[in-house]
C-alpha cells in the first residue's frame, strides 16, 4: 500500500540514506548521511524526522560516523564511538526512541570484542536489526488497531505518523493502510500541523501516492468539523508515552483531545512499545523541545508576523491520560487506567 522509505541504508552499505522531508511536497530528494554532524544537522532540522525514524537513523548514523575512525588505536576508537553515540542521542530531546536506540547501540559496543572492523560490523548489525524490528512493529501496530477503524470511517490525523516517520508503513496510519489494503473504505482528515505544516506536506502526499482519500484542514478547523459530524475517531503518533498513559506528541494533539472528548469521539493513539517511558511517571517531567522563532514568524521563508514579536513555539505538547481512549502497540492494546506491563520490550522497562 505505502511506497515511501524514509531511512535504509545507502548503497554502499554505510552511509544512511533518508528522504529530505523538509522539501516535500514540492521537491522529492534524497540524501546520504555519512558522519556525526551530518546525522544530527538532518534530525535536529527534521530533514528526518518521526520518532521511530529518527532512532534507526541515529543508530545508523553511528555506524556511519563510526567507520571514519577504524585505523584508530582500540581503546581510542571505543571513546570516540561513544562520544559519537551521545552527540547523536542528545539531537532532539522529546521523542524517547532516540536515546533507546543509542543506548542499544552503545551496549552493544561494550558487549563486542576484537578491533575496530569487528565492532563496526556488530554495530552494523544492531543498526539493521533495529530497522528489520521497526518494520515489524509498525506491521504489528496496524494488526492491533485495523478492527477499531470500520468501514466508512472518517478518521482525523495530526501531523505525520506514517512511512514518513518510521522505517515500515508508520505507527498511527498503519492501521488505515491495511484497513484499505483489506477493502475498507476510509477517508482521512488531516490537520495542517501549524508552524511547519506536517500533516499538508506530509501525510496528504503520502496518503495521495497511496491513493487514499484525504482532506486537508486547517488546525483551527477541527473543532467545527467535530460539531457538524464530519469526524468518526481521532488517531495519532506519539513522540514518549509516561508511564501513567500521558502521551507527548505533536504541538496541537492536545487540544483535538480535548475537542475530542466534548464531542464523544475516541481518541486513540498509536505508537511503538519503544515510546513508551518507564523513567517518566507523568508528562509533566518530558522534556518538551523549544524550536526557532523563525518556524513562525518565517516559516519557508515567507515573514507572516512583525519580526519584533515575541514568539513560544514548543514543538510538542502533552495530553493527559484521562483523554485517551487507547493507546496502541506492537504489544497490544492499552485502555485506561494504564498498566503496560504487558508491553515489555525495553531494557529500561523491565528495570
Not at 46 to 59: D, E, F, M, Q
Not at 105 to 118: I, V
Not at 270 to 286: E, F, K, N, Q, Y
Not at 322 to 333: E, H, N, P, Q
Amino acid at each position: 500500500m505505502h511506497n515511501v522509505e524514509a531511512v535504509r541504508w545507502s548503497p554502499e552499505g554505510l552511509g544512511v540514506r533518508i528522504i529530505d522531508q523538509r522539501l516535500l511536497p514540492a521537491d522529492y530528494c534524497e540524501r546520504d548521511l555519512w558522519d556525526v554532524d551530518t546525522v544530527c544537522e538532518a534530525i535536529r532540522s527534521l530533514a528526518v524526522r518521526g520518532a521511530p525514524a529518527i532512532g534507526i537513523c541515529g543508530a545508523m548514523g553511528l555506524v556511519a560516523s563510526a567507520s571514519a575512525f577504524r585505523s584508530e588505536p582500540i581503546d581510542l576508537f571505543r571513546r570516540q564511538v561513544r562520544e559519537l553515540g551521545l552527540r547523536i542521542r542528545g539531537a532532539r530531546p522529546t521523542a524517547v526512541n532516540l536515546p533507546w536506540a543509542i543506548d542499544r547501540m552503545l551496549d552493544r559496543l561494550d558487549a563486542t570484542s576484537g578491533n575496530a572492523q569487528a565492532i563496526i560490523d556488530a554495530l552494523h548489525d544492531e543498526a539493521s536489526a533495529m530497522l528489520a524490528e521497526d518494520r515489524a512493529m509498525c506491521r504489528s501496530i496496524a494488526e492491533q488497531g485495523v478492527s477499531l477503524i470500520a468501514d466508512g470511517a472518517r478518521v482525523l490525523t495530526h501531523c505525520n505518523a506514517g512511512a514518513l516517520a518510521t522505517t515500515g508503513m508508520g505507527t498511527a496510519l498503519a492501521p488505515i493502510y491495511l484497513a484499505v489494503e483489506r477493502g475498507k473504505k476510509v477517508e482521512v482528515l488531516v490537520g495542517e500541523t501549524r508552524p511547519l505544516l506536517q500533516g499538508s506536506r506530509l501525510t496528504a502526499w503520502e496518503l495521495t501516492r497511496a491513493d487514499i482519500p484525504v482532506m486537508v484542514l486547517t488546525d483551527s478547523m477541527v473543532a467545527s468539523l467535530m460539531r457538524a459530524g464530519g469526524i468518526d475517531l481521532c488517531l495519532v503518533g506519539a513522540d514518549r508515552i509516561a508511564a501513567n498513559g500521558d502521551v507527548a506528541n505533536k504541538i496541537g494533539t492536545y487540544g483535538i483531545a480535548v475537542h475530542a472528548r466534548h464531542h464523544g469521539l475516541p481518541f486513540y493513539v498509536a505508537a511503538p512499545a519503544s515510546t513508551l517511558d518507564a523513567r517518566s511517571a507523568s508528562g509533566d517531567v518530558i522534556e518538551i523541545e523549544q524550536r526557532s522563532r523563525d518556524e513562525v514568524v518565517r516559516p519557508f521563508g515567507a515573514v507572516v508576523a512583525p519580526t519584533e514579536v515575541g514568539v513560544w513555539n514548543p514543538a510538542f505538547d502533552v495530553t493527559p491520560a484521562d483523554l485517551v481512549t487507547a493507546i496502541i502497540t506492537d504489544r497490544g492494546v492499552f485502555r485506561g487506567p494504564f498498566d503496560f506491563s504487558g508491553a515489555e520490550r525495553l531494557p529500561d522497562w523491565r528495570g
